[in-house]
């Protein structure tokens, strides 16, 4: 594999990573507006929203890993 097919998988984990980033903080956010009173609807949509987050933080290594490679 060339460094150019490594670049296009980076790029591509990068993206993907990130679209499921928001869709999780999109989901965690319905979840926490469903029921605000439910204790376990909070820790859910807190959960979601931490998952959503390490989800963004990826998106951002692999793009800064892509960059190393360039």
Known sequence: MSV???LQLLWT?????????GVFSLIAFYVGRKRPQDEAAKKKSHALYLFSYVLMSISIF???FRGLLK
């Open 4 to 6: 150019i097919d490594w």
């Open 13 to 21: 984990l990068a993206v993907a990573s990130a679209v499921g980033g």
């Open 62 to 64: 692999f793009i800064a």
